[in-house]
């Protein structure tokens, strides 16, 4: 199947710093890919979706301006997370799909993110 | 509204047999996904139906029944290294995949 990497796979950083998440399609071109969040004992909730070229599409409730989201080519998508507070700590997970119709989805690694 | 529903948890045996049920409502219906999370890592594909029926892979096998909306994933010989979380995700007619809260199995020696 497709890979999707994404990195880092953890990381700590200290209230109200900033921290960068890419996710790459390695064998494969994602003109969509997708940010979730997952805490604890919770299924995957969906942030953003990312198209490549253009803004991303914010799920109700997610603030636009802390989640900062690039897709600047058609392999590589960013989530940043700026001015981080303790409650944004959680499971980044980003995921792609090849084409638009009835395909899976391929997911990163994911990110641990830690704010303390 | 869009809904998925499956257990919170479930628990067997090791060698045994389970069934982890899925309801779905969405606007419309392509397809629907069974994906297996280990606690800290991301989830990896398992199955995929879009037709009514049973799909067997190895020891995973699903069912789908679209007039029902419903569908589950059977665990056939559970090994131990099956404790995972699994989650049922439908597509609906924007191609966009609605994701269930996940079932955690927990498997017994």
């Known amino acids: 199947g497709a890979v999707v990497s994404q990195h880092p796979s953890r990381v700590i950083c200290k209230s109200g710093t900033s921290v960068k998440i890419e996710c790459r399609s390695l064998d494969f071109q994602a003109t969509t890919m997708f940010w979730y969040r997952q805490f604890p004992k919770q299924s995957l909730m969906l942030m953003a979706t990312?198209?490549?070229?253009?803004?991303?599409?914010?799920e109700q409730g997610v603030e636009k301006d802390k989640f900062l989201i690039n897709h600047a080519s058609l392999t590589l998508s960013t989530l940043t997370v700026t001015s981080a507070h303790p409650e944004d700590s959680s499971f980044y997970i980003c995921?792609?799909?090849?084409?638009?119709?009835?395909?899976?989805?391929?997911f990163g690694q994911g990110t641990r993110l830690t704010v303390v | 509204g869009q809904n998925i529903d499956q257990p919170t948890e479930m628990t067997a045996t090791e060698g045994a047999i389970v069934q982890i049920n899925c309801t779905y409502q969405t606007s419309g219906f392509n397809g629907l996904f069974w994906y297996q999370q280990h606690a800290g890592e991301a989830p990896t594909f398992l199955s995929y139906n879009v037709l009514d029926g049973l799909e067997e892979k190895g020891r995973f096998s699903s069912f789908l029944s679209r007039s029902k909306g419903y569908s589950y994933l059977l665990l056939k010989e559970l090994q131990m290294k099956d404790s995972a979380s699994y989650l049922c995700?439908?597509?609906?007619?924007?191609?966009?995949?609605?994701w269930g809260a996940g079932t955690k199995l927990i498997i017994k020696p």
């Open positions: 995700a439908a597509l609906d007619s924007n191609y966009q995949l609605i």
């Open positions: 995921s792609a799909r090849v084409g638009r119709g009835p395909t899976e989805a391929f």
């Open positions: 990312s198209n490549e070229g253009s803004k991303a599409t914010y």
